[in-house]
């Protein structure tokens, strides 16, 4: 999926409104913005305009307004973040990227059996 533009973290933002409720008008995104985040509407529509030129959204007109849609699905973004992070960060290996987040983030008792399950149908598969 090597197509697929990054979007910075303020498009991420936006993106999560549309994902969850499309199609939506740039007023409903901002409507929704409203006490969440300290942005003039012209900020919004520079993002969804910029989300559109990467082609992450599309739209359609309808009246005078248009509609925004994702052309790309939330778990595509979420694996090229994920490709780009651990290429950063890990030199793109995932075995230590693993380790490092296994030894430090708190797990409870249910993800670490979910983890298992997980490794139990790879090493299976």
Avoid at 27 to 41: D, N, Q, S, T
Avoid at 79 to 91: I, L, W
């Amino acid at each position: 999926m090597g197509t697929t533009k990054r979007i910075s973290e303020a498009e991420w933002i936006v993106m999560k409104i549309i994902w969850k409720e499309f199609p939506l008008t740039a007023a409903a995104v901002i409507k929704y913005l409203e006490g969440k985040m300290a942005w003039h509407p012209k900020t919004v529509k520079t993002l969804l305009h910029r989300l559109v030129a990467k082609h992450i959204l599309g739209t359609e007109k309808q009246g005078r307004e248009y509609l925004f849609r994702p052309l790309i699905s939330e778990a595509q973004c979420v694996k090229t973040e994920a490709q780009s992070f651990m290429n950063r960060v890990f030199d793109g290996a995932l075995h230590p990227m693993l380790v490092h987040f296994v030894k430090n983030e708190r797990l409870s008792k249910n993800e670490i059996q979910e983890l298992q399950k997980i490794l139990r149908d790879k090493k299976g598969g």
